[in-house]
């Protein structure tokens, strides 16, 4: 199936500090990559819609100007949590969508488990 | 919106006997339905999914059925393995693949006894 490189897989910061987390389809091209958030023993929860070349899609609640999101060309997205809190600590992952094969299909990265101390 | 519920939260089975997950969907528009296995610590990982015209699909160890007119659509895992132990996720969306993002059940946890 297709690949979505999710990096960093864990990332520890203080608070205060930006973190980046790139979300890479490494053999197709994604005009549409979706970053959830996933909180212990929880389901995940949609964050935004990223289409590139274009603004976000913020679900309601979703702070934008807290969870910058960038996608910048069809295989890259990014999400940066700025200014990041205790509070915004949790699994974060990103999926994007691929048209190989029979019909669309989503495929996920392998997620960032961010910790802000 | 779509709303999505997941039955049961936490299922145990022996080894070599089957698993039956169960959803339900709100929206009537919905018609693209896949499942994923979520190891601790990773990602989701797409093993199978089921799109609103056909009503059921195999995949070896694994099926799916829909029932478009109840809204409901099943996990069936036969001959279970250790290795099937994972949380396991329905979803549903109405457009392809899942492009205005998915919506995700609570997430079953499938327990393995040797």
Known sequence: GAVVSQHPSRVICKSGTSVKIECRSLDFQATTMFWYRQF???????M????????????????????????ASLTLSTLTVTSAHPEDSSFYICSAESSQGPGEKLFFGSGTQLSVL | GENVEQHPSTLSVQE??????????????????PWYKQELGKG???????????G??????????????AKHFSLHITETQPEDSAVYFCAASR???????LTFGKGTHLIIQP
Request: glycine letters at 8%; a positive charge; charged letters at 25%.
């Open chain 1, 48 to 71: 935004a819609t990223s289409n590139e070349g274009s603004k976000a899609t913020y679900e309601q609640g979703v702070e934008k100007d807290k969870f910058l999101i960038n996608h």
């Open chain 2, 44 to 54: 989701p990982q797409l093993i199978i999914d089921i799109r609103s015209n056909v």
């Open chain 2, 95 to 101: 457009t392809r693949g899942g492009a205005d993002g």
């Open chain 1, 40 to 46: 212990p023993k929880q389901s995940l929860m949609l």
């Open chain 2, 56 to 69: 059921e699909k195999k995949d070896q160890r694994i099926a799916v059925t829909l029932n478009k007119t």
């Open chain 2, 16 to 33: 070599g006997d089957s698993a039956v997950i169960k959803c339900t969907y709100s929206d009537s528009a919905s018609n693209y339905f």
